[in-house]
């Protein structure tokens, strides 16, 4: 059933969200926490609400880099360490299921290694134990392997993207072509494909294929912004924007074969149904997953692959991430331009503090809160400024216009009618039923966490539209004039030279057929007066 919201979202809301913040930073040449001073002062603050989120949700992804670090030294080793009961991290309840053993259970071994072994979770969110030495160790090694490929900037990670970008194609395929030769794997490509009317009715799984649209594009966390403000500005940003999403949501699909076809071999392997096999969040990755690669021949091999890939894709979103922080904090604070190294290895030693608090042996549960609440309320509602900022104050025809000029292609009506209606009434709509069906946070078989954790959750979210508020109140503060020429003032940026030489143009050649001499010298900003015209 998700991948029919999945797909909506995608083509609704994925596509036109990823098309508009791609030609929004290409247009002005800058990153989030200065653009939308550009697009509409009084919602300036925008970008600072998308990289409060990056911030929360990078935070938490660094520490999965550091779980994928602890199984990939244990991909060594042979046997593989949770393939086995009577370990000293297994309890007395460890069972290794076979087809033989249907009528007994018990937990896997593979899910005991993740929990007793890795994370030494503890049974309470109360219980925060000490540190897990073994994580932070990794955690640590995690962050100077993401500074190393980001310290020398743009250029410098652009070629670790090479590597980084392509390899796990090359794994994704190489395991693709393993799954679908196993017993068993029609059955699990069956349970990927079916779907289940009864989860559509749930603003649940609408709301987490919007927020899983969001993850997979990066849209409305500000990478897209900051890498479009290096572009060439006469770059075709609609067709760009078309192709990434659709390769990269192709390649999500694609993933979900790779996933299931070994999971249907693994129900097969057991004598159990997938639904019995299959895990949600972490645990499929972290325990499914690997149970079932440990059961083909040459197990250590597809461990130690699957979880380079891994770490390949971790590279990537990192550095994403701490571009967009960095250059957004020395595009506010010009004067640290000069300093970005320093400004970088601030912020990674700065999230690696915060990281510490989800490798405790309680540690779990706050990295749940974080996975939780960076990514929910909160961003939609950032979106949906975003939207209102772009095409309702500086105008979505406006903005059309400005891209069909600059790429010398026309904007087509289906981009229109998304930014002006069909994005933001979606995300609107799937904000309302998540906020009425909205259910605390939990754990474990849907416990509730104690009241701190809702609390602190809450505050990540308002922290997150703080970002969007506090500068709007502060500008409306220091602006002078009535209450109404301030908030006109704000919310309406008149045209610039650049839009209004264009319109110019426009009209003498609507008024004449032949093309007088350009009035401005032999070009204007960085287009011929042909071109523009």
């Given amino acids: 059933a998700f991948l029919v919201p999945y797909l909506i979202f995608l083509f609704i809301c994925g596509i036109p969200l990823m098309a508009l913040e791609l030609s929004v930073g290409q247009y002005f040449r800058k990153g989030p926490t200065t653009v939308f001073y550009s697009i509409c002062p009084l919602l300036g603050g925008t970008g600072y609400a998308m990289l409060t989120s990056l911030f929360l949700s990078g935070t938490c992804y660094v520490v999965i880099f550091a779980w994928v670090l602890f199984f990939l030294i244990s991909s060594f080793m042979n046997p593989l360490p949770w393939t086995t009961c009577g370990n000293s991290w297994n309890t007395e309840n460890c069972f290794a299921r076979n087809g033989s053993d249907l009528n007994m259970s018990g937990i896997p071994p593979s899910q005991e290694f993740y929990d007793h072994r890795v994370l030494q979770i503890t049974d309470h969110p109360n219980k925060f ?15 100077v392997m993401i500074y190393f490929c980001v310290f020398r900037g743009i250029k410098w990670s652009g070629k670790v993207v ?17 799954g679908i030769t196993l017993d068993g794997a029609g059955n699990g490509i069956n349970y990927y494909l079916k779907v289940d009317g009864s989860q559509l009715s749930l603003a649940r799984t609408w709301g987490n294929a919007g927020t899983q649209i969001f993850y997979s594009l990066g849209t409305a966390f500000g990478p897209l912004i900051t890498f479009a403000s290096y572009n060439r500005r006469s770059n075709n940003v609609i067709r760009d924007a078309t192709i990434i999403s659709l390769v990269n949501c192709g390649t999500s699909f694609f993933s979900g074969f790779v996933v299931f076809s070994v999971i249907g071999y693994l129900a097969n392997q057991q004598g ?27 197990a250590n091999f597809w461990s130690i692959i699957f979880f380079l890939m891994l770490i390949t894709l971790g590279l990537d979103s990192s550095m994403a991430t701490m571009e967009s922080l960095s ?5 506010a604070c010009p004067k640290l331009q000069p300093r970005k190294t320093w400004v970088t290895l601030g912020i990674a030693i700065f999230m690696f503090l915060i990281g510490l608090t989800s490798v405790t042996t309680g540690g779990f549960y706050i990295f749940n809160l974080f996975n939780w609440y960076s990514a929910g309320i909160g961003l939609f509602v950032t979106t949906v400024f975003e939207i209102v900022a772009v095409s309702y104050f500086y105008g979505g025809n406006r903005f059309a216009k400005n891209i069909g000029r600059v790429i010398n292609k026309p904007i087509w009506l289906y981009w229109k009618v998304c930014w002006y209606f069909l994005t933001p009434a979606m995300i609107l709509v799937v904000l309302l039923f998540s906020t009425i069906n ?22 990540m979210t308002i922290g997150i539209l703080c970002g969007i508020f506090i500068p709007a109140i502060y500008q409306l503060i220091v602006t002078k004039g009535t209450i109404k020429e301030r908030f006109i003032k704000l919310a309406f940026v008149p045209k610039t030279e650049e839009e209004m030489k264009a319109d110019l143009a426009c009209n003498m050649n609507v008024g004449d057929q032949t093309l007088p001499p350009p009035p401005y010298g032999s070009s204007y900003s960085m287009y011929s007066y042909e071109s523009t015209v």
């Fill in 162 to 178: 090479y590597f980084t970008a392509t390899f796990p194609y090359l794994v994704l395929i190489i395991l693709f072509f393993r």
């Fill in 438 to 459: 909205y259910y605390p946070i939990v754990y474990g078989n849907n416990i509730p966490y104690p009241w701190w954790g809702e609390f602190v959750g809450w505050l």
């Fill in 327 to 331: 250059s957004g904090i020395t595009d």
């Fill in 272 to 298: 159990l149904p997938v639904s019995k096999v299959v895990n949600q969040g972490p645990g499929l990755v972290f325990s499914v997953y690997p149970a079932a690669l440990a059961t083909l021949p040459g």
């Fill in 129 to 143: 134990g000490p540190l897990n030495w073994e994580l932070a160790l990794l955690l640590l090694a995690a962050w």
